[in-house]
């Protein structure tokens, strides 16, 4: 009868302890050790090392999203507040979570290739921090959000209080710069980085033709400054 070589290296031996040790920890600790994973791609990872593991993340993979995704996603309940609308704005049925949290980081890669396109073209000194960067992205995603509802019948009166996140200096900013604001999608439009169903293909047309849909004729960049100026002038 056949010998059958076993792989006694010191390596594979602590592979199998670790997962000896993950099984037998309980749920809650579990769970725990997957919600204070650094990203998203280290939770994923986790859930690929033995079955224990893989049942906590087919069980919880919601709650360890909402633990790892604001670690890792800057602006993260702005970018959730944007994904929100367009599912009701925009999407026929309600997505998976799964299908939800892909939206939710193709939102926010896009929004990003957003700030890349400002800072290079829009700005005249280099070198912001990281502040500057999420007051950007913040004002990006409330505008953003802003045309998703604008553009839609069914929920076009509530566009204006997309904006009532944003601070009156934020508010300000924005009215300074519509322009850079919605050349930008159009950009972004041109290169095909904006997500599917993202409400910003929809933007890019109306900016290109002057005009929204439902036989208003106004730009959408103009009716954006009437909104802002009026938030500006009731702060």
């Known amino acids: 009868m056949p010998l059958i070589a076993v792989d006694r290296s010191p390596r594979t031996m602590s592979i199998h302890s670790h997962r000896n040790i993950f099984s037998s920890l309980p749920v809650e600790l579990r769970l725990r050790i997957f919600e204070s994973s650094p990203d998203l791609s ?10 224990a593991a893989h049942s906590i993340w087919l069980a919880y993979s919601a709650s360890i999203c909402e633990h790892v995704l604001p670690r890792t996603v800057r602006c993260y309940r702005d970018v959730q507040t944007l994904t929100n609308a367009q599912q009701k704005a925009l999407l026929r049925e309600p997505l998976s979570h799964n299908r939800y949290i892909r939206r939710l980081l193709s939102n926010a890669k896009c929004a990003e290739r957003a700030w890349d396109l400002f800072e290079s073209h829009y700005m005249n000194y280099p070198n912001f921090n990281d502040n500057e960067r999420r007051r950007f ?6 505008v953003w959000t802003f045309t998703i509802f604008y553009n839609t019948p069914w929920t076009s009166s509530a566009a204006t209080d997309c904006l ?23 950009i972004l439009e041109e290169r095909g980085q904006i997500p599917d169903a993202a409400g910003l293909a929809e933007v890019s047309k109306d900016i290109q033709r002057g005009s929204v849909d439902q036989g208003r004729r106004e730009p959408l960049r ?10 500006l002038n009731n702060d």
């Open 42 to 51: 280290t939770a994923k990872a986790l859930a690929g090392t033995c079955q």
């Open 137 to 142: 992205l913040h004002i990006f995603y409330a």
């Open 164 to 186: 009532q996140s944003l601070s009156l200096q934020d508010k300000y900013f924005a009215y300074q710069r519509i322009f850079a604001l919605t050349e930008i999608w159009s």
């Open 222 to 231: 103009r009716n954006l400054a009437q909104v802002l100026r009026t938030h």
